[in-house]
DNA sequence: CCTACCGATCGGTAGG
DNA sequence: CCTACCGATCGGTAGG
């Protein structure tokens, strides 16, 4: 399929859709009404339903990932707390800038068929160990409470995951004030509470 | 409707097949299957599917109200790190109890139909501002960093809804645990870094 | 991008 | 709890 302007319009109405419905919830039909076309005539764009799906997460997914790499790449070298904080900031960024398809990402990646779905999941394990990494080394330099690191990791990123579902565009919070307060809690949350003494 | 053993086991079905597919995928004919019965025989004892979602999202909330209730009571009068701790082992023993129930609640109530769609929103809305007062009152006696109420309290509200998405029940972290590690990291994500000076 | 159409499945009812 | 059945809708194809 080439990339063609309705294909990223499909792609936007369908983040929308699988947003506020959820796949499972959304049928073909919902998303031509929304562009205004006849539901067979999406096929004209789009191999499937479940297509379209992955384009989304897997585009949302890579997205996440380069985040991650350009927070890491920026902070190396650095101590823990740094290298956290950046990951948790690329994090919210990343969810910010377009919560819809951020949100498909997270909740909808469960609807992929087997193949696809294991491969989201491989990247997001690879992607959970970037910060187990950084909170191991965090409590190995005496930065960060020697709490469970799984426990630890869950704790926040399920925390921003969540981002996606109260975050809204133009709200009282914007991106700037999400990340800071998140940053703050995150590293909060992992530091050693009695630090020097 | 009556509740009767075949009732009970029904919502039981249903919430392991919500729990895993979403309300959305999953046909009131996976969930006659799973009891060995035909689809048409399942509405000898509910009205609809979405009674069914309404039943156990109804009695989960009603838990999670119980168990606030009873950590509130529990520490009324106490310091605001106490009272949120218990807060949070609370609704940590609520999700792990019964972790497919807690999964439904969290994921499919928007699938339910407008009016018990807003009751449940209203309800969670309640929940958390049990979390927020108490946020508050930290704050205010400076036992909490003066972070954004509303942030502080979406960011541990969903990293404890966020068990419901890795906690297994016989693995490696059981309750105990995860409610010890969960309490940690939400009072030091709230605490003041710089309590006594 | 449309019309016309496909088989399969959806949630649910009637009547036992 | 079953059989038999309902209209509606599902994702998708053929052929233009």
Request: hydrophobic share 50%; glycine share 6%; net charge negative.
């Amino acid at each position: 399929m080439v990339e063609t302007t309705r294909r990223r319009e499909i792609e936007a109405v369908a983040s929308s859709l699988f947003h506020e419905r959820g796949y499972a919830g959304t049928s073909v039909r919902d998303i031509a009404r929304a562009l205004d076309i006849q539901g067979a005539s999406l096929y004209a764009h789009v191999a499937s339903k479940e297509e379209v799906l992955w384009a989304i997460v897997d585009r949302t997914a890579i997205r996440f990932e380069a985040a991650a790499d350009a927070a890491a790449a920026a902070t190396a070298g650095r101590d823990p707390a740094s290298r956290l904080e950046q990951l948790v900031r690329a994090h919210v960024a990343v969810v910010t800038e377009d919560v819809q398809r951020a949100s498909v990402f997270v909740r909808e990646w469960r609807s992929l068929a087997r193949e696809p779905r294991m491969d989201i999941a491989r990247r997001r394990d690879e992607y959970e160990r970037r910060f187990r990494a950084v909170i191991d080394d965090g409590i190995a330099t005496g930065a960060f409470a020697a709490v469970d690191v799984t426990a630890a990791s869950a704790f926040i990123l399920t925390a921003l995951n969540g981002l996606v579902s109260w975050y809204r565009p133009g709200g009282r919070l914007g991106e700037a004030e999400i990340a800071d307060a998140y940053a703050h809690l995150a590293l909060a949350a992992l530091r050693d509470s009695v630090p020097e003494r």
